[in-house]
């Protein structure tokens, strides 16, 4: 079992930073697969997936969406047991809920299916 509770979202205008945070605790040891995912506005009722921007596996690699690549950072500081997403430049688009998820089992994708933790998410807007 694992939590995971966000922070940093808030609002920013086009151009400007935020980071993302997400803290996790764990009953039982194992080697985790984490990531950020973002649902746009409305995208959850029409039943789009969650689009996963970044994910970081036990060992440190990394991998991004094309759409955020060299504009987002993923990392993590296991002694501090948080997971973090510096996102640079940001744009109107990036505007969503951003969730931090989790996952123990073979593999490290950005495939939303693959996660079986979930936060709560944080809200990211960006305006012009």
């Known amino acids: 079992e694992v939590q995971l509770v966000e922070s940093g979202g808030g609002s920013v205008q086009a151009g400007g930073s935020l980071r993302l945070s997400c803290a996790w605790s764990?009953?039982?040891?194992?080697?985790?697969?984490m990531g950020w995912f973002r649902q746009a506005p409305g995208k959850e009722r029409e039943g789009v997936a969650r689009?996963?921007?970044?994910?970081?596996?036990?060992?440190?690699?990394?991998s991004y969406a094309d759409s955020v690549k060299g504009q987002f950072t993923i990392s993590k500081d296991n002694a501090k047991k948080i997971l973090y997403l510096q996102m640079n430049t940001l744009e109107l688009e990036d505007t969503a809920m951003y969730y931090c998820?989790?996952?123990?089992?073979?593999?490290?994708?950005?495939?939303?299916?693959?996660?079986?933790?979930w936060g709560q998410g944080t809200q990211v807007t960006v305006s012009s």
């Open positions: 998820a989790a996952h123990s089992h073979w593999g490290c994708s950005r495939s939303q299916g693959e996660y079986d933790y």
């Open positions: 764990t009953t039982t040891y194992s080697d985790y697969c």
């Open positions: 689009e996963g921007v970044a994910v970081i596996d036990h060992d440190g690699t990394t």
